[in-house]
């Protein structure tokens, strides 16, 4: 870790004080838990749940998940009782800890080019994996060969960037896949998850966001833009180039980091 970096932690740490409730915000897959090709048996590193569960029953911070997932898979692979709350589909969609969901609409003509979109490739997968998201559609191509990826991200891409920019689709850039979709990032989700606790503007209590991909980096400048009580961690074995405050690596940085922050919390 450089010298900043250290630094920056330090001080995000000591600024935990009496009054504030601290805000941790968690992406999942990469984040707390090692990626899996099939993604349902993608459970959270060792003694991950453990400390997240540490930090839930002290009642000091309040903990969110944001994820491109569908929020209904978080909980059952997180296993902490009760359940988080969950930001799905990258932000688009919220479910809360009781059960209540919501879901940001897509216009008709944005859900009729999705659904002709689905069509094809529930019949032609052009060699990927192909996920259907209520708000979009997904190609995954992890664990394909180096050529086989480039032909499944050309042929995707040829399918989908010329649909992007009309009707509010977007193209969404991950790490091993690529998504067409409508609604608001994950820049948006901690936008309004900042908006919605008063404090849009500057903040004067700890936030930090984790995350590991291309799609938090939305979440991280979101993060950033709240000055000094904000702290952006990319959390990941390799680095990559990004607009986080720091990098760690799970498992053992993101158990330090989580175990620094039940510590801290004390003091809130
Ligand atoms: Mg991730």
Not at 6 to 26: H, I, M
Not at 62 to 81: F, K, Q, S, Y
Not at 118 to 142: I, Q, T
């Amino acid at each position: 870790m450089t010298a900043d970096a250290a630094k920056k932690l330090e001080e995000f740490f000591n600024a935990f004080a009496g009054g504030a409730t601290p805000l941790l915000l968690l992406d999942y897959d990469g984040t707390l838990a090692p990626f899996r090709l099939d993604r349902f048996l993608a459970r959270p590193w060792a003694g991950v749940r453990e400390v997240l569960t540490r930090i839930e029953r002290q009642g000091r911070t309040r903990m969110v998940v944001i994820t491109g997932r569908p929020a209904h898979e978080i909980a059952p692979l997180l296993g902490i009782d009760p359940p988080l709350e969950v930001w799905g589909l990258h932000g688009a969609e919220r479910l809360l800890p009781d059960g209540q969901r919501e879901l940001e609409q897509a216009s008709f003509a944005a859900r009729e080019m999705l659904d002709k979109l689905r069509a094809m490739l529930k019949c032609d997968s052009l060699g990927g994996l192909f996920e259907d998201k209520a708000n979009g559609v997904v190609m995954h191509w992890r664990g394909a060969s180096p050529r086989k990826a480039r032909l499944i991200e050309q042929k995707t891409r040829a399918l989908f960037e010329p649909l992007a920019g009309a009707n509010g689709l977007a193209l969404l850039e991950f790490e091993a896949g690529v998504e067409l979709r409508v609604g608001c990032d994950k820049g948006g989700a901690v936008a309004a998850i900042l908006r919605e606790a008063g404090a849009d503007a500057q903040v004067a209590w700890p936030v930090a966001y984790l995350g590991d991909d291309l799609t938090d980096e939305a979440a991280f400048r979101a993060v950033n833009n709240i000055g000094p009580h904000g702290l952006s961690v990319l959390m990941r074995r390799q680095w990559h180039e990004t607009e986080a405050d720091v990098w760690l690596r799970p498992p053992v940085e993101l158990r330090g980091f989580l175990e620094k922050w039940l510590l801290a919390a004390r003091h809130c």
